[in-house]
């Protein structure tokens, strides 16, 4: 295929991932979206395989792994369950990552095969852009790995941290800077090798700070980051494509995380630099055993709902986990036809990963147009008879604007403690990810239903 057709099909893949990301900005259009996307990266194997021309005897096993990681990859999504999908993004960064450090070692190794010189003699620019796609690609490896351990709870989701932390990974990111520009007068092979070396070791450093209310904005953080890695590994390998998705996953993962940041409070440049979950969190109001704690029954549930004359639903992570959506939707459908307004908040991130309770929702066919956002409708509760917390806990935390101590300080929350009466489904007292006692479970208004969310939600179903 010429150089020339292969451009033009390269910038149609490329307005068609464009369109892809517009279509995945909202629930209605999400599908679309991701029809866009598939074209677009469809379009893009095709003829990256056509420009590349013969492969010789090494073609069949482009083929043989090519069907074996799709395969793989077809397997994991239709198994995956949507409670697990945050880790599963976390992992598939983490490979988006490897994938650049392994294309920039054999760039590297064998600069001919690319067209970028000789060993001992590899082009400047091509030097700089493989060594920088290797030191992303390192770090977006390395911290997936360690965002996908926390999240899996293999490794505590609290914060670690140790003395002069900070400025050792100042100390380790003036290295790597000033080992690329010493890779680019010696080309030695050694100086590569300790620039991924440091790389892996970089990644670690910044994610093991990050504690567990933050790592939404890690999840989108590291997406930036392969994005990054992958349009850096584009200009070594001149593929127009590549730059293109490189850049575009780069800037709105990085457009996101600063969204989130905003939503939550937090400063960006703290977030990417590993510089948030340092607080101690512990901290907090008494302990929960010398508290009053008010708890209730489907019954009790189901007379305060259908006698009142709106309901706030405010979905979390609980819910994701015991499935309960569809049973929730049922329960919404049954509130409504007693003439009750139901209404659905959500928390920038609720659950684990930007849209997660929003995918839940349009699963269970929640209508779109009562489905608001925190800035939407945090307002509301003050006017709301009955709030309905199903699974959520740091997003609905008082503490969060009372106690300057607790790591979610400054992290807007949904009013939920101004409703008339709150309706808490949870199977016990225990904390949030973000490892702090949630002080609405002990206010005077909220009544604890303490049960798998499904169950107590499809109980409350037959009360009504």
């Known amino acids: 295929m010429s150089s020339n057709l292969s451009a033009l099909f390269y910038l149609i893949s490329g307005i068609l991932f464009i369109l892809a990301l517009r279509g995945l900005s909202s629930p209605e259009t999400s599908r679309q979206g991701n029809y866009f996307g598939i074209a677009g990266m469809v379009i893009s194997i095709i003829v990256t395989f056509l420009s590349v021309g013969n492969f010789g005897e090494g073609f069949i096993y482009v083929l043989i792994f090519l069907l074996l990681g799709g395969s793989i990859g077809a397997f994991i999504a239709f198994r995956i369950p949507m409670t697990a999908m945050p880790e599963l993004v976390a ?14 070692i054999s760039a590297f190794l064998k600069p001919e095969a690319f067209n970028l010189g000789i ?16 030191a992303i690609g390192a770090i ?27 400025f050792i990974n100042l ?41 567990g209310a933050d790592m939404p904005v890690v999840i989108s953080m590291l997406n930036s980051y392969s994005g990054w890695a992958a349009a850096g590994i584009g200009f070594t390998l001149e593929n127009t494509a590549l730059i293109i998705t490189g850049a575009l996953v780069g800037s709105s993962g990085a457009i996101l995380s600063y969204i989130m940041c905003k939503g939550m409070n937090r400063s960006f440049f703290n977030v990417i630099l590993g510089g948030w979950g340092a607080t ?21 549930a189901a007379f305060l709902m259908k006698n009142a004359s709106s309901v706030i639903i405010v979905p ?18 049954a509130l409504k036809k007693n ?27 929640v209508p779109y147009d009562e489905v608001f956002e925190l800035e939407e409708i945090n307002n509301d509760f003050a006017n709301c008879d009955v709030a309905y917390v199903i699974g959520a806990n740091d997003v609905t935390n008082p503490v969060a604007k009372s106690d300057p101590q607790s790591p979610i300080y400054g992290m807007p929350v949904l009013d939920v403690e101004k409703s008339k009466s709150v309706l808490f489904v949870k199977r016990s007292l225990s904390p949030g990810y973000a490892g702090i006692d949630n ?26």
Request: aromatic letters at 8%; charged letters at 15%; proline letters at 3%.
């Open 140 to 166: 977006t490896f390395s911290g997936s790995i360690i965002a996908f351990l926390k999240l899996r709870g293999i490794m505590s989701g609290a914060p670690i941290t140790f003395k002069g932390q900070h």
């Open 439 to 464: 002080d609405l479970f002990y206010r005077d208004n909220t009544l604890m239903l303490f049960a798998d969310a499904k169950k107590m939600t499809e109980e409350i179903v037959k009360s009504l």
């Open 316 to 333: 979390g992570y609980g819910m994701a986990v015991a499935q309960a959506q569809h049973a929730l939707r049922e329960m919404v459908d």
């Open 171 to 211: 100390l380790l990111g003036l290295m790597i800077i000033f080992l690329i520009y010493y890779l680019c007068s010696s080309q030695s092979s050694n100086i590569f090798w300790s620039i991924v070396i440091i790389s892996f070791l970089v990644g670690v450093l910044l994610i093991i700070p990050i504690g």
């Open 91 to 104: 992992g598939f960064h983490s490979l988006v990552g490897l994938a650049a450090v392994f294309v920039a």
């Open 339 to 365: 003439g009750v307004k139901v209404s659905y908040a959500i928390h920038p991130v609720a659950g684990r990963m930007p849209g997660h309770m929003n995918v839940l929702l349009a699963e269970a066919n």
């Open 280 to 300: 101690d969190q512990t901290s907090g109001s008494q302990s929960k055993e010398q508290k009053p704690v008010k708890s209730g029954n489907a019954d009790d």
């Open 119 to 134: 060993i001992g003699n590899i082009k400047l620019a091509s030097l700089i852009e493989m060594s920088l796609g290797a």
